[in-house]
């Protein structure tokens, strides 16, 4: 069969590179003849015939654009669904009516979970392109907007610590991750970040934040800079013997989005943090014994990391995967996505691409952080 006709969606959260991957898209389809339809809203739109024609000479330099012009959503088509497999195949029957011959799924692992599944029990022609700021995609090194995220993050560390100085303040920092410290670890050791809490090592509250806090002040050290992730959370241990705030229970119900995810953020673990320190009077005191005031507060980045135009790595990153994606569909290599493998792009199973991957011990990453937590307090000790 000859692909005429195209449809592209974007699910999940937005992210810079978005809209670089569509016009990637565009101009080899546009180059091979083929017709582009945009789905709206994702998944959403998909099953509501909700499109928009995409023609590129209405899209000039489409790819330094933040966002992404076919809006997204969080829908899951499954949710509620006695048998998936009949769900996918009722969805890939709407390729008919929304008159596309192959679509084109951009986004996370929950996106693309849908793809995979739609290709898996229909044999719908269908490729996926992996996003996600959160980088926590095991098919690929990198995913389009990530880097942008990551600077956007230091950045803000990076001006934060001047008001912290000014103050003599602990600023609790909170940033995007839930599941995956890629985020967090990046963004704090390139802003030099203090503390770098991150879901794949959980925290001990005494040991990780109020040791070190005191070990800082007595070595000289009069502003101080936490980073930590959204999903970044105490150990059991910790948890029961360190926090008057929280308990597990609050964790175990917290609410959760149409796939089941926890919505981390909701528990705001930066406030958490902030109102723990506050409570600890033997931290204040060591704070006053060496003349600094103690004075915490948390900032969350939140939807900022989102915000604002692609970086050119993730302009050119966002063009090749659509490039790569429109390539699958002529060669018609359905159930597939695209993937970074060190500098090329390659294509790889969805049922692999769309697993989940996360910092693990032996990174280099976590290393660094740890030299950079102990060997800065240690080397003003005298």
């Known amino acids: 069969m000859t692909v005429k006709k195209v ?5 999940g959260g937005d992210c810079p590179g978005l809209n670089s991957v569509i016009y990637g898209i565009m101009l080899k389809a546009f180059d ?10 994702g998944w959403k739109g998909f099953i509501e015939n909700k499109t928009i024609p995409l023609n590129i000479a209405e899209h000039d330099d489409l790819h330094t654009v933040g966002g992404t012009l076919l809006y997204t959503s969080r829908t899951n088509p499954f949710k509620g669904v006695s048998s998936v497999e009949e769900k996918a195949k009722e969805l890939t029957m709407n390729f008919k009516n929304l008159g596309i011959d192959a679509l084109i799924a951009i986004g996370g692992d929950d996106t693309l979970g849908i793809a995979n599944s739609m290709f ?3 044999k719908a022609k269908i490729v996926g392109c992996p996003k996600t700021i959160d980088n926590d995609l095991a098919g690929t090194h990198y995913t389009f907007g990530f880097w942008s995220a990551v600077q956007l993050a230091s950045n803000a560390l990076d001006n934060l610590t001047t008001t912290a100085r000014s103050h003599q303040r602990v600023f609790v920092v909170e940033i995007m991750g839930r599941d995956a410290g890629f985020l967090t670890m990046y963004s704090g050791i390139s802003a030099g970040a ?3 809490l991150i879901p794949e090592t959980p925290f001990d509250f005494e040991m990780d934040i109020v040791d070190v806090l005191k070990k800082r002040v007595d070595s000289g050290y009069t502003y101080h800079i936490i980073a930590t992730s959204e999903g970044a959370y105490p150990n059991l241990k910790s948890l029961e013997r360190d ?4 308990s597990k229970e609050v964790i175990d119900k917290l609410p959760k989005d149409s796939f089941g995810n926890p ?7 930066s406030q958490i943090i902030v109102d723990e320190l506050n409570l600890r009077d033997d931290l204040m005191n060591e704070f006053k014994k060496n003349d600094v005031e103690f004075e915490c507060r948390s900032v969350v980045l939140g939807h900022t990391m989102r915000a604002g135009t692609p970086n050119s790595f993730d302009r050119i990153l966002g063009l090749r995967f659509g490039l790569a994606a429109m390539k699958l569909v002529l060669e018609e290599k359905f159930g597939h996505m695209v993937s970074l493998q060190g500098n090329k ?6 049922l692999e691409g769309i697993k989940k991957k996360y910092i693990t011990s032996e990174n280099d990453k976590m290393e660094i952080r740890d030299l950079l937590v102990k060997i800065r307090y240690l080397s003003k000790q005298k």
Do not use: H, Q
């Open 194 to 196: 203090d503390i770098i």
């Open 263 to 269: 919505l981390l953020a909701k528990l705001n673990i």
């Open 32 to 41: 091979a003849g083929v017709e582009c339809v945009g789905i709206l809203k």
């Open 120 to 122: 898996k029990y229909a």
């Open 243 to 246: 926090f008057k705030t929280i």
């Open 345 to 350: 792009v390659k294509a790889i199973p969805l």
């Open 7 to 11: 449809g592209i969606l974007t699910g």
